[in-house]
């Protein structure tokens, strides 16, 4: 299904960021609104 498939890629983005060393659940938003604000205003 596709909700399972989204499910595994947001499992994968946090497990990486966790990984990464970024625990706190506001930092990973506020971190992913960065990657994906940064590139639209270049």
């Known amino acids: 299904m596709i909700i399972a ?6 499992d994968k983005i946090w497990t990486d960021i ?3 060393g970024i625990s706190n659940p506001l930092t ?3 971190e992913l609104t ?3 604000v940064y ?3 270049r």
């Open 5 to 10: 498939e989204v499910k595994n890629k947001v």
């Open 18 to 20: 966790w990984a990464g």
């Open 28 to 30: 990973v938003i506020e």
């Open 34 to 36: 960065y990657l994906i």
């Open 39 to 41: 590139p639209v205003t």
